[in-house]
């Protein structure tokens, strides 16, 4: 049962971003625009952390960024470089090139709970995730290993609607929710239940950023 119905899940990400690609942002074409566009900048939210890196160029890793980051793409003072990735890149990728459209950052194959796997540990400046972990099967282990990935002194940040998959009934691939605590973020779903502050706290130190009806939070991974 749970297999089917992460197959089912899958199918519907499938779908979602198909027509999203078809109708080239369909409701929201100022943002395909600003995805297929290589001169976008970086949005404020992920440069406000790029700022206090004093480092000319930045290594970026966006964990479950669909067929097309949304980070933005250039800073004023910074050169960047944005690695993609996704666990369903090979289907994007086919349903891309199925309408001809070409993203200025293709996305990358590399699965959020294993990302060693295909990436040197400390090997990025910045990483982040945003709406894409409440999927996983083990989203705790994603943050660990995006962590991993991060260099000392450099951040990670995650950023998810709160309450997502309660919201919409556990509908297609979401798994997990995020959820604030006493202004602390927890992960949770039936039976189950992460305090992620504590779990991470022997990473690095955790910073939470108010934003309604988010759940959004920094860790600067601990230095050596």
């Known amino acids: 049962m749970f297999n089917l119905r992460r197959q089912i899940g899958v199918f519907l990400e499938s779908i979602y971003w198909r027509r999203w690609i078809a109708a080239a942002g369909g409701r929201l074409p100022q943002l395909y625009r600003e995805q297929m566009d290589p001169s976008t900048p970086l949005s404020a939210f992920h440069r406000q952390f790029i700022d206090r890196l004093p480092l000319p160029r930045v290594r970026i890793l966006d964990v479950g960024a669909g067929p097309m980051t ?40 590399a699965d959020a709970e294993n990302l060693a796997t295909v990436f040197a540990e400390n090997s990025f400046d910045y990483v982040t995730a945003n709406n894409s972990l409440d999927h996983c099967r083990d989203p705790l282990k994603a943050l660990v290993e ?5 260099k000392p002194g450099c951040y990670v940040t995650v950023r998810h609607r709160e309450n997502e998959a309660r919201r919409t009934g556990y509908l297609g691939l979401h798994e997990w929710n995020f959820q604030l605590k006493n202004g602390m973020p927890f992960l949770w779903r039936a039976g189950e239940e992460i305090d992620i502050a504590a779990a991470l706290a022997p990473y690095g130190r955790l910073e939470v950023i108010p934003e309604d009806l988010h759940v959004v939070f920094a860790v600067c991974k601990n230095a050596g």
């Open 70 to 109: 949304n980070l933005g793409k250039t800073h004023p003072e910074k050169e960047i470089e944005i690695v993609a990735t996704d666990l369903l890149a090979g289907r994007y990728a086919r349903t891309l090139r199925r309408y001809g459209v070409r993203p200025p950052v293709p996305t990358v194959y």
């Open 146 to 150: 995006m962590i991993r990935m991060a």
